[in-house]
């Protein structure tokens, strides 16, 4: 008897799971908006998975010591537009352990940058990030640390400043493509569908 009721509200809880998620609309993305910006690396967004751009020294406009530290321990992978653009999500293609640590970051109205996502030990050489709100915004960057500690390579730095303190080529990050998009309207059944 008991075994009859478990399996009768296994069935019913199965059969509504099933209702809700089939409910739940896929969304439609938008052209990659990334391919209209300028770029600190034009091959950042060129559309090419064969090419391969780099981050740059961050170059900031205030002169105080957090600014300094920021541009001293952090590199960027900057994107910006004259008009404002809509992101809700966030792909980025690099090659397995090149962006194991960073930060999705856009400028606000006031020119403060504000971070949407902080990711660490990302050993996928596809980022996906969906924002649970659309952002809309001049400016888009990837603030990659200089150097980092690694678990996966048995705990040592992957790359270290040099005696003279000149950046070395391995703390800038090479990243094949940053694609940006936006969630289209989805169409109702009393619209009329393009055909």
Partial sequence: MQMKLLVLAYCCILSLSGCILASTPSLNWSENVALIAASSDSRLNDDNMYTQGETSIIREDARDIASQQESDNFTEALLSWNIPQTIQQVVIKAKEGQLEFFEI??????GEWITVKEVRDNMRSVY???LGKPVVTKKFRLKVPRRWDSRHVGGQSRSRRSETGAPAMAEFRKIQEIELFYALPTPTESEPTMQ
């Fill in 105 to 110: 970051q856009y400028m606000d109205d006031e």
């Fill in 128 to 130: 996906k990030y969906t």
